[in-house]
T-cell receptor, first 111, second 114 residues
């Protein structure tokens, strides 16, 4: 069974502070991890995926297989980062493409 | 740009009514999905389809059915709406074999069942 856990339902930081959104997973196969973001009144969209190993909007996430984690980090949060963030997992060997989502973390960045 | 369009942004229905939610994608994607989004519960998969006329149950299929007669269109049907089906419904699509796995989402359909 696949499971994605985001332990924080709400997270608040001040502008300029570092932010880390936690994501842990349990999966017996070869997982592919993603972060999706939903800004207010916008559609859900991909932020980044672990395979790309890229930084998007200053965010990075490293897959830690030992700790089964894929935490999302940004060194200096901005007000426009306020959004709902979802961690998601996919079986890399699957062509069906279904993602398993965590329950989401609502990030608020105060001015 | 991939476009996933959900025909109804807001619907209000009465208990027992039959409800159709329509979703159309314009990028020839094989996979299509219906999720339900509720505060504190995240996104839960209702049904998905990996080909025309093919469907698979997700995690919460009870009370729902789907139809995929054409590749670009995936419909979610509530045969007899109930108040506990009040929610935001998200449609998504993705490429099949060889794809990156990225899901492209519609804007959502907010359903209220009275």
């Amino acid at each position: 069974a696949q499971r994605v856990t985001q332990p924080e339902k709400l997270l608040s930081v001040f502008k300029g502070a570092p932010v880390e959104l936690k994501c842990n997973y349990s999966y017996s196969g070869s997982p592919e991890l993603f972060w999706y973001v939903q800004y207010s009144r916008q559609r859900l969209q991909l932020l980044l995926r672990h395979i790309s190993r890229e930084s998007i909007k200053g965010f990075t996430a490293d897959l830690n297989k030992g700790e089964t984690s894929f935490h999302l980090k940004k060194p200096f949060a901005q007000e426009e980062d306020s959004a709902m963030y979802y961690c998601a997992l996919r079986d890399r060997g699957s062509t069906l493409g279904r993602l398993y989502f965590g329950r989401g973390t609502q990030l608020t960045v105060w001015p | 740009d991939v476009k996933v369009t959900q025909s109804s942004r807001y619907l209000v229905k009465r208990t027992g009514e039959k409800v159709f939610l329509e979703c159309v994608q314009d990028m020839d994607h094989e996979n299509m999905f219906w999720y339900r989004q509720d505060p504190g519960l995240g996104l839960r998969l209702i049904y998905f389809s990996y080909d025309v006329k093919m469907k698979e149950k997700g995690d919460i299929p009870e009370g729902y059915s789907v139809s995929r007669e054409k590749k670009e269109r995936f419909s979610l049907i509530l045969e007899s709406a109930s108040t506990n089906q009040t929610s935001m419904y998200l449609c998504a699509s993705s490429l099949g074999t060889g794809g990156s796995g990225e899901l492209f989402f519609g804007e959502g359909s907010r359903l209220t069942v009275l």
